[in-house]
């Protein structure tokens, strides 16, 4: 009792108070985080994260949409002339420059996320009728972003080129996309 | 204004408009608390953390579940096996229900041990009485979720039991199933109560602190606090004690959801429900035990029904049965038996409960529940008759410094304070 207010004494509580508040904190986000980490996407949600296409039927001209990861992704068969004005767009004219080289792995089939960059709707374009914008590409009816037949932004909001999924050839005509 | 009562500014200007923090001080800091409360009185704070606990894992817990019959019991496997950290959320949330007990129940022993649910603070206890019933609805439509065979066999027995009543019994069941047995309708009503009650019992919380607020805590000795020599602040000492509590708490809490998860569970509930096969041998969960005992007691279906909920009814109208003047069992040898008498018999009768109800199980069931009947109507009104109770000491602090060898020390300490 008679030490009670020795340096060395209030040196040690504060190291204690200190040491129980460290503690305490780790303790509690360690709690938090399993309630936090619950709502990212669960195991099974992970497994459905790869999707196999075969374009075997896909003719010129043509295009078809499928499912990946829940969002559309857009695979385009390219006529001559859309590969030929995809690959003459030189890249000063271009907010996000890009060439097409840069975008196909095997220049006739364009493989998209058909996502708009802009905030999230899916562009026309699939389609023998849809609009296809001034760029002959695909177009964004909510806000009016128009891409080329490279996908790359041309006209309008969206900021960046419409993106490329990670995908490979497993033959010349299956594709397995993610 | 009067002189600022915070050192922050913001807080004070706050405080001006809002006066949040002055009610915090004065009910969470300075909040005076008699100084010689046990270990028993961790228990209430303890059960409120328990039912934050119970809170944030359900809310976590109801953004992976799906309530349809096709789908909820693999919707809880995936809570198990894919979603992140679900088998320890849900691990948390099924052993929660149990501790959530254990607390209650000690917590209400603890009342009944120490007179605490006498003047004046009758409408405190009879609103954990009702806390207590409301927490039983709630975990018995979660036991219901996971749709596997306890689920559903433990939703027909108890829906069952309004079918005891005259008359109307039979429409009341149909009306609470939404159909002609348990099924879909009747899960998605249970899900959606059972998300409700918590929120409903945070509510009777608040009411029930407000109440323990007005007079403070009762104490081991049971006498009032009779001056501010009688009580310590709230902070820092009960809210030190009560951390310590909680890290004991806490412990053992993390023990059993890590080591031994499934022990106070059932293994049939693992089981898909299956409406056309009833288990064999089926039991509530163990916290129902002493009330399944009492039902089972009674060779008649509604009377059964009636003492079962008449167990509980009898707790509301505890503080007019016992009329002695004497909280604490310290100072009333012969209550002191009886309420080791009344534990001794809710602990059989949750043991008897958890028995076939065949043979000798039968004939001590009735037992039991005689005499838990006994105790509240018969002995408890009776005992201030015959009773002598014990000298009761002055105030709080009288055997406190009598007890100390050297009481002028004492008093030199806290006049130097």
Request: net charge neutral; glycine share 8%.
């Amino acid at each position: 009792m008679t030490n009670k207010n020795t340096p060395d004494d209030k040196n040690k509580r504060d190291f204690l108070q200190v040491s129980t508040y460290a503690l305490g904190a780790v303790g509690a986000a360690s709690f938090v985080w399993p309630l936090i980490n619950q709502m990212n996407p669960a195991a099974d949600t992970l497994a459905l994260a790869s999707t196999e296409v075969d374009l075997e039927q896909l003719e010129e001209g043509q295009a078809i949409t499928v499912t990946w990861r829940g969002k559309p992704v857009f695979i385009r068969h390219r006529t001559k002339e859309e590969i030929a004005s995809a690959k003459d767009q030189l890249l000063d004219g271009l907010r996000d420059p890009q060439t097409d080289e840069e975008r196909v792995q095997n220049e006739k089939y364009i493989v998209l996320v058909g996502v708009c960059t802009h905030l999230g709707c899916v562009p026309l374009g699939q389609k023998s009728g849809d609009v296809k914008g001034e760029y002959g590409g695909w177009f964004c009816p909510c806000h009016g972003s128009h891409y080329d037949h490279s996908g790359r932004i041309r006209k309008g909001p969206a900021p960046t080129n419409l993106e490329i999924p990670q995908y490979s050839f497993l033959s010349d005509t299956l594709i397995k996309i993610g | 204004m009067s002189k600022p009562k915070f050192k922050n500014p913001v807080v004070n200007w706050i405080d001006y408009r809002l006066p949040i923090f002055t009610f915090m001080n004065h009910e969470l800091n300075e909040y005076p608390t008699p100084k010689n409360l046990n270990y028993f009185w961790n228990f209430g704070s303890l059960a409120g953390i328990t039912l934050v606990i119970m809170i944030v894992t359900g809310i976590v817990l109801s953004m992976n579940y799906t309530a349809h019959i096709d789908y909820a019991f693999d919707s809880v496997e995936r809570i198990m096996r894919d979603v992140n950290h679900g088998w320890l959320l849900r691990y948390i949330h099924m052993n929660g229900a149990s501790f959530f007990f254990i607390v209650v129940y000690i917590h209400i022993f603890r009342g009944l041990y120490y007179g605490s649910y006498k003047a004046p603070r009758e409408i405190l206890w009879i609103l954990g009485v009702l806390i207590l019933l409301l927490m039983m609805a709630t975990a018995f439509m979660g036991y219901v979720l996971p749709w596997g065979q306890m689920s559903f066999w433990g939703a027909t027995v108890i829906t069952n039991l309004f079918s005891a009543i005259p008359l109307v019994g039979e429409s009341i069941v149909t009306w609470l199933w939404g159909g002609f047995s348990v099924d879909n309708p009747t899960l998605n009503r249970f899900f959606s109560l059972h998300f409700v009650l918590p929120f409903v019992i945070v509510g009777v919380v608040i009411l029930h602190l407000v109440a323990l607020h007005r007079f403070g805590s009762n104490n081991p000795i049971g006498i009032d606090v009779k001056g501010k020599q009688d009580t310590i602040p709230f902070h820092p000492y009960y809210t030190i004690k009560d951390l310590f509590g909680l890290s004991v708490f806490a412990t053992i809490f993390a023990a059993a959801v890590f080591f031994f998860p499934n022990f106070m569970g059932h293994p049939d509930n693992y089981i898909p429900a299956n409406p056309m096969v009833t288990p064999a041998h089926i039991v509530p969960e163990w916290y129902f035990l002493p009330f399944y005992a009492i039902l089972r007691a009674i060779p008649d279906k509604l009377g059964g029904v009636l003492f079962m909920f008449g167990a509980i009814m009898v707790l509301f109208v505890l503080p007019w049965l016992d009329r002695s003047s004497v909280r604490s069992s310290q100072f009333r040898p012969l209550y002191k038996l009886f309420f080791w008498f009344l534990v001794i018999d809710c602990i059989a009768l949750g043991y008897l409960g958890a028995m076939p109800a065949e043979g000798i199980y039968v004939v001590l069931s009735r037992l039991a529940t005689a005499y838990y009947f006994f105790h509240f109507l018969i002995i408890l009104p009776l005992l201030p008759k015959i009773e002598s109770t014990r000298p009761l000491p002055v105030s709080i602090s009288t055997p406190i410094i009598t007890a100390s060898s050297n009481a002028s020390t004492v008093m030199a300490m806290r006049e130097k304070k």
